[in-house]
């Protein structure tokens, strides 16, 4: 199906263990983006990539890495998983950045 | 940097019209946008504007934009309980977007 994807959609692990979280578009958009939802804090960005192998960090980017070897695909990396990383994970994709799509969101929970 | 800030509730009666407001710091934000997010989904792109339009229309959606005093509003008319959602306010800058905190809007019968 064509779109945006998150996987998983719900997850959750303990304190210090390394979780990946998986974004996949089927538009091609050369920008991809990565976004954490919290009470009271709307959205903030995380990290962004305007193309593959290209990357910037964003508004929160500590405690997490991204990489972008393919268009399609952006993961988002918690190297080891903290309790204030408790939140709802959406990507974003864009074919310039002006208008960007979302994934349905990852709801992740760390103990 | 850009401050975007949205009051976080609003009730409405079915059938009323909404209006939801956004102020915003930055005045050389280009393109200006209002989300939408119903429980337990992702955001949905409602509409947006550019910088040097003071109002555009869409269907049931009027979106305003005082550039002078950095305000942005959503008018929702004849509001239905479907409407009920988050709305997000947001900013374009250097490619990335700036969000408000959204704004709940409750639709009662």
């Known amino acids: 199906d064509a779109g945006i994807t998150q996987s998983p959609r719900y997850k959750i692990t303990e304190t210090g263990r390394q979780v990946t979280l998986m974004c996949h578009q089927t538009w091609s958009h050369s920008y991809m983006f990565w976004y954490r939802q919290d009470l009271g804090h709307g959205l903030r960005l995380i990290y962004y990539s305007a193309a593959a192998d290209i990357t910037d960090k964003g508004e929160v980017p500590d405690g997490y890495v991204v990489s972008r070897s393919k268009t399609e695909n952006f993961p988002l990396t918690l190297e080891s998983a903290t309790r204030s990383q408790t939140s709802v994970y959406f990507c974003?994709?864009?074919?310039?950045?002006?208008?960007?799509?979302f994934g349905p969101g990852t709801r992740l929970t760390v103990l | 940097g850009e401050d975007v800030e949205q009051s976080l509730f609003l009730s409405v009666r079915e059938g009323d019209s909404s209006v939801i407001n956004c102020t915003y710091t930055?005045?050389?934000?280009?393109?200006l946008y209002w989300y939408k997010q119903e429980p337990g989904a992702g955001l949905q792109l409602l509409t947006y504007i550019f910088s040097n339009m003071d109002m555009k229309q869409d269907q049931r959606l009027t979106v305003l934009l005082n550039k002078k005093d950095k305000h942005l509003s959503l008018r929702i008319a004849d509001t239905q309980t479907g409407d009920s959602a988050i709305y997000f306010c947001a900013v374009y800058q250097g490619g990335k977007l700036i969000f408000g905190q959204g704004t709940e809007l409750s639709v009662k019968p």
């Open positions: 974003a994709s864009s074919t310039q950045g002006v208008e960007q799509f």
């Open positions: 930055d005045s050389s934000s280009t393109y």
